[in-house]
């Protein structure tokens, strides 16, 4: 038996070292064909990109790798996605040129993390600090920002293979989920081609639920509270903590440690010099400057064509969106807490989903990419409860609509018809939760 496991064990570290050797020239070739590298930043960029992805694979199940033809097919399919994102490391968003790319000259010009004591933009302090960091090194920030992305959609692809294996108990189907989440087109566009930084709080938010559901409770919460620390969107999964809480999966205790992540995590900017206050109410300017419309691109309720043009109205249609979305969070609360001693993973996870989908659903104001962590859920939805795959081309329908209205600045298919499918993909689930909470 011993002979055996060596064995296997023995074949993975084989697997991992040709998957290092070949991704990593396909990975070296990619970036040399970037606009603005060097042969030395290609083959540093590669060996990164090729080590984390091989630990991060190979973290996995040995059972994962029990089938060669399977094994061999996701990690050639691993290693096509990330090459093919790095051909879009040359493009360039309003975001990079407006945003991103001055706030990194900003700390080149101010002393890199010393620039943190300023206020700068209106992202949280940990995004900042990369950027800060990237303001150090002799290349082009546009790939170091991408690059960033790129490594976080791997760590959440493991986090979505974690869910997987945890409810559904296949490590065939943790590592097929692996392979399969880099291939999401929101997934894959938001780093690649947008430089967004959603994998990452999603990464971070994924992680904690797994971590609840696998009785790691500290290490739950600390990882809710960074993927807050990290973007306020990540609202949208957290009234997950109270079901956890009245099952049991949390304690009381443990809600402090949501807090003290995020401080620790804007701690860098206050060490600076940054106002404590203004840096632990910074969620508060970026309220303030996201009230303009009812609808960003989204698939939300305001998508619909209402008809709303009077200020006056707009604020009426706002505040009964913010309503609506409390009311929704309070229904959901009482069915959990009603059947809690009878609540699986499955039923959590679906929860985890509902939220993330229900809430931005029916807020306003929200932005093409605030469902990117229903996405995300949605393909974990699909593996570990096969009769929910119809959720993921739905929710990633609706959010491409407003991904091709952002790129294009026009409407492929208006977004109302994205609000429909998210609409139906939030009915089902709410039906699936519902029957797996009887069992």
């Known amino acids: ?28 070739t990619a970036f040399l064909r970037l606009s603005a590298t060097t042969p030395l930043a290609a083959a540093c960029f590669a060996a990164l990109l090729s080590f984390i992805s091989a630990a991060l694979l190979f973290s996995m199940p040995r059972g994962a790798f029990s089938s060669r033809t399977a094994a061999i097919c996701g990690f050639a399919a691993v290693a096509a996605l990330l090459a093919a994102r790095v051909m879009f490391f040359d493009c ?35 995004y900042l600090v990369f950027l800060a960091l990237f303001s150090y090194v002799p290349v082009s920030e546009l790939y170091l ?39 999401l087109p929101t997934v894959f566009i938001n780093g690649a081609a947008w430089g967004q930084c959603d994998s990452i709080f999603t990464a971070l938010a994924l992680w904690g639920l797994f971590c609840a559901l696998d009785a790691k409770p500290i290490r739950a919460a600390l990882l809710f509270g960074l993927a807050l620390a990290f973007k306020l969107q990540s ?47 910074i969620y508060l300017r970026q309220g303030e400057g996201g009230t303009g419309s009812l609808n960003y691109n989204s698939p939300s309720v305001f998508s619909l064509p209402l008809g709303i043009t009077e200020p006056e109205t707009a604020r009426a249609a706002a505040i009964a969106g913010i309503a609506a979305a409390f009311l929704f969070c309070l229904a959901l609360f009482a069915l959990l807490f009603l059947r809690r001693n009878r609540l699986g993973d499955k039923a959590f996870l679906l929860a985890a989903f509902i939220f ?49 209205a952002y790129f294009t600045h026009s409407w492929l298919i208006l977004p109302h018809w994205g609000f429909l499918a998210l609409f139906t993909a939030l009915l089902s689930s709410l039906a699936m939760l519902a029957s797996e909470s009887k069992t």
């Open 145 to 183: 920002i991408k690059l960033l992305s790129v490594i976080a959609d791997l760590f959440l692809a493991r986090a979505i293979a974690a869910l997987v294996l945890k409810t559904s108990g296949s490590e065939k189907r943790a590592l097929a989920a692996f392979a399969m989440s880099l291939a």
């Open 92 to 126: 360039e968003t309003s975001d990079y040129t407006m945003f991103l790319r001055p706030w990194t000259q900003f700390f080149r010009e101010n002393g890199g993390l010393a620039g943190l004591k300023y206020r700068l933009g209106n992202y949280n302090v940990p």
């Open 356 to 404: 993330a989908c229900g809430v931005p659903l029916l807020l306003p104001h929200m932005h093409e990419r605030y469902f990117f962590i229903a996405d995300c859920l949605s393909l974990a939805l699909a593996f570990a409860m096969p009769q929910s795959a119809v959720i993921v081309p739905l929710v990633s329908f609706a959010s491409l609509t407003g991904y091709y």
């Open 235 to 281: 609202v949208f999964i957290l009234p997950i903590l109270l079901p956890l809480v009245f099952s049991n999966r949390l304690k009381l205790y443990h809600l402090p440690l949501v807090p003290a992540a995020y401080l620790a995590a804007v701690s860098p900017a206050i060490i600076a010099g940054r106002d404590i206050v203004e840096t632990l109410l």
């Open 1 to 28: 038996m011993q002979s055996a496991g060596r064995k296997a064990w023995a074949g993975s570290y084989l697997y991992a070292a040709v998957y290092i050797l070949i991704s990593g020239l396909v990975f070296f």
